[in-house]
């Protein structure tokens, strides 16, 4: 007896072989599994409480394709006590109190003349007592939608709006045209809770008693990998976590989809019970297949999945760690990792000579990333430091936790780079700070005409709760903005933003940023510009401000150019 039909269900939730008929919601959930690996997110109570306590009206969720929509309307379904059918595109449902919901399972997959024809039988659902829950994807909703309005601006109106709805994703219900409309786009919800709960999900004992029982389950690199995480657990899913907040940081959100994918195959590896014999144990370990390595050798085939590539792209296993010592100089296995994981990488090393092997020290890092059982809090944060960033662990505390910004330090990052960008110093004991026109070539300008001043008091970090927060009751979540004067700007302080920064203040600068991050940048000198005092004007005169930077110190030096050109000091 062994768990072949589980083994293969993994399987065919990623693309590795092109066999991932179950990555696609509708068959997914038709899947005997699906109810033992499904996630419930927090968005679904917010669509429950909707239907049950809003009065009538249209809740659209949209988002990209494989963002888990057919998932959520499955989840809210069963929670209303309502069987989803993943047959019927368009399905009538009546609940317990007698409210009427039309559901479209994917309004995308509907023809052109369709969409037109249930959307606006739909919107008008509502003025009978009767609600609407669809599912579409993005593209094809706002398409459709201007199609509602005979008058060309109206309809220009309506899809600015609808835009809006979607990019503001507070869940609210809203009149567009005549419309009551609740627009919820999943593509800005945080997913990246959903990695964690999954690889849960999917190792936990009840789905693979069966392996207990197969007669491969001595040499089955899938059931190893299992066992490994449940081992290292605490690990394994504080870096999985960690690695998704940081691709969403660095603009590369992953649909639930695509996380799915990678998770599958870093147990699985994309072999069948029937093929694990084939393969040497220690080649699939699970910590080099979710980087898309096969043993020390790099796999190019575990690049049609997409989050293996974005992975790669990360390059954890590539960055020297403070760990190194231990790992490659002394080889001391026995203080970094316990159990299997000792065993393993002492076996590997004396079988495979792997000292002198192209890959050793990355197949090192993957395994001490996932597996290492160190506890010391200072090791801990210099590992996240090395492998991450020196701000990415503070950045999470401010992201996810319910604290004020206390810490003079946060505000201090953010005072010291915006010096070293106007005057290409950290001038820590000036009350206010100079805005100047520079070259930004990383060389000090000594003399700078100033624009504009702000007191360097007034400039602060503040913290913003999320819109979708609202989704989800258990937690919420914080952006970082820049404040002057108590008056939050606009602008979003990301972690990349956070990590130039910092780089900046040590004196590092890189005239070849991200287009993203040159973007927020700017865009947060252009707030700060606007908010400054700026140098004042008369009539008779042009007044100009000048700062000459000596050593650490700053003097300041006014002059006036009259009608006929001449200047003097003020």
Known sequence: MNNEEYIQYLNSLHNYNAQNQNAYGEKNVKNSFFEEVVVK????????????NEKPHVLILTGHAGDGKTSIMYQVLKDLKQEFNAEEKVSEITLENNKKIRC???????????????????VELPNKGEFVFMVSNTGPLINTFGELFTDKEQKEKAKIELIDALDNNTGDIRKIGDYKISVINVAKVDNTKFAVEFVKNITKESLWS??????????????????????N?????????????????????????????????MITGGVDCNEVKNYKSNEMLFFNLFFGTLGCKDNPKANTILAIRETKKCGYDKKRIRADEKLRIENNYFDLFDGNMKSILKEEQSTNNNVFQSGWIEFLRRAYI?????????????????????????????????????????????????SMMYLGKVMRKEKELSITLNKNSGITQNVQLIIGQLKSNKIKIKKEKTNDSAFDNNSNRYELHASFDKKILNTVITLPMLNYFEELRNGIISTNIDPQLSHGVERLKAELYNASELVEEDDDMTNIEMIVIKNNKTNNYQFAIDKDYKIQEC
């Open 233 to 265: 657990k605490y690990k394994v899913l504080d870096f999985i976590k960690k690695h998704f907040i940081w691709l969403v940081e660095h603009g590369k959100r992953l649909t639930i989809r695509s996380m799915t994918e990678q998770l599958a195959y």
């Open 41 to 52: 997110v927090g968005l679904c109570s917010f669509i429950k409480n909707q239907i049950e």
């Open 210 to 231: 069966k392996c207990q029982e197969c007669s491969n389950r001595e040499y089955c690199f899938i059931l190893r990998n299992r066992n490994l995480i449940q081992e």
């Open 370 to 418: 996932f597996t290492n059982i160190v506890t010391d809090e200072k090791i801990c944060s210099r590992d996240m430091e090395d492998i991450f960033s020196k701000n990415y662990e503070r950045f999470l505390e401010l992201r996810d936790k319910d604290e004020s910004l206390e810490n003079n330090s946060d505000h201090k990052i953010l005072l010291d780079a915006l």
């Open 104 to 122: 479209i399972k994917d309004f995308s997959e509907l023809s052109d003349d369709e969409k037109i024809k249930q959307l606006r039988e739909c």
